[in-house]
């Protein structure tokens, strides 16, 4: 069991899965451990500055209670020499939290990690100098992601200006890209997934798994949405995937990127690579 003392606890009650009780809840759970904990509970603004300040105070463990794209933030200050990361399921998708506690709530996800939790470090990609340890989209796809937040938070003029632009771009700006050293090929964009979210490679693979969506039109992205619904969106015609370990994107623009659902904009020329310490987190022992 990994020896805790400091906790600092950032929970992000507007990322759709923590309501306003949250805070008092982790209080007891660590009482119940006996611990305590400070906890941060931000205003949506703050809540880089606050991930910040709690990385800062220097704890044993950091627990964040949000989405993906906070869990990712907080492993990219963490870093592999900082805190113990326990990234809880908050937000609306949960994959990284998934994989790692399984389909439990935040609470039993937490009373599993104070009771059993052994330090462990966690594999992810990294673009240029930001990592992600879910998925990485880069191309034009990107940019539908402003709108779906807009709409989740009940914006839809703002909505629909996002669609427009994103509807826009879409087809105009292909990307280049290389795999492992090998030849240029084009796609509209190319996604990376960890391996612990991919359902095509073992959790272990030291790899990302790349897709290529080689997309020429509407035609082409309804069939794509529509596989995506009934089967997976891998056995596609304009999906190509394989695994890789350093990938160069080239554009002849900027590169809107999604690192784990969190809109970045890149330079003409980016590489994504695998990294097997992104951070360290407190996790349940492995099942043999």
Same mark, same amino acid.
């Given at each position: ?60 463990? @950091?627990?964040?209670? =949000?989405?993906?794209?906070? $869990? +990712?933030? !907080? &492993?990219?200050?963490?870093? *592999?020499?900082?805190? #113990? ?52 989209? @880069?191309?034009?796809? =990107?940019?539908?992601?402003? $709108? +779906?937040? !807009? &709409?989740?938070?009940?914006? *839809?003029?703002?909505? #629909? ?128």
């Amino acid at each position: 069991m990994t020896r805790i003392r400091r906790v600092e606890v950032v929970a992000n009650l507007a990322s759709g899965g923590v309501d306003k009780d949250a805070p008092d809840e982790i209080e007891k759970i660590f009482a119940d451990h006996g611990l305590n904990a400070h906890v941060c509970a931000p205003e949506t603004h703050d809540l880089t500055n606050c991930l910040r300040a709690a990385v800062d105070a220097a704890p044993d463990l @950091l627990v964040v209670l =949000a989405g993906d794209g906070t $869990a +990712r933030t !907080a &492993a990219e200050l963490c870093g *592999p020499e900082g805190p #113990l990361l326990a990234p809880l399921p908050g937000g609306t998708m949960n994959l990284l939290p998934r994989t790692i506690y399984g389909k439990r709530s935040w609470q039993d996800a937490l009373s599993l990690a104070l009771a059993e939790g052994e330090a462990r470090n966690l594999g992810g990609g990294m673009v240029g100098d930001h990592p992600f340890l879910v998925a990485a989209v @880069l191309g034009s796809p =990107a940019l539908w992601a402003p $709108a +779906r937040e !807009a &709409a989740r938070y009940g914006e *839809p003029w703002l909505a #629909l200006a996002w669609a427009r632009r994103a509807f826009q771009r879409a087809f105009s700006g292909r990307l280049r890209y290389s795999l492992d050293g090998g030849e240029r090929e084009k796609a509209e964009a190319v996604v990376f997934m960890c391996p612990h979210v991919s359902r095509a490679m073992a959790d272990e693979t030291p790899a990302l798994e790349a897709a290529a969506l080689d997309l020429h039109g509407t035609g082409d992205a309804f069939r794509l949405g529509l596989n995506a619904l009934v089967r997976d969106w891998r056995d596609d015609p304009a999906v190509v995937t394989r695994p890789c370990r350093r990938a160069r994107v080239w554009a002849s623009k900027g590169i809107p990127a999604l690192l784990d659902g969190e809109l970045h904009r890149l330079s003409s020329s980016t590489e994504v690579s695998w990294r097997p310490n992104v951070a360290r987190i407190l996790a349940p022992p492995k099942e043999d």
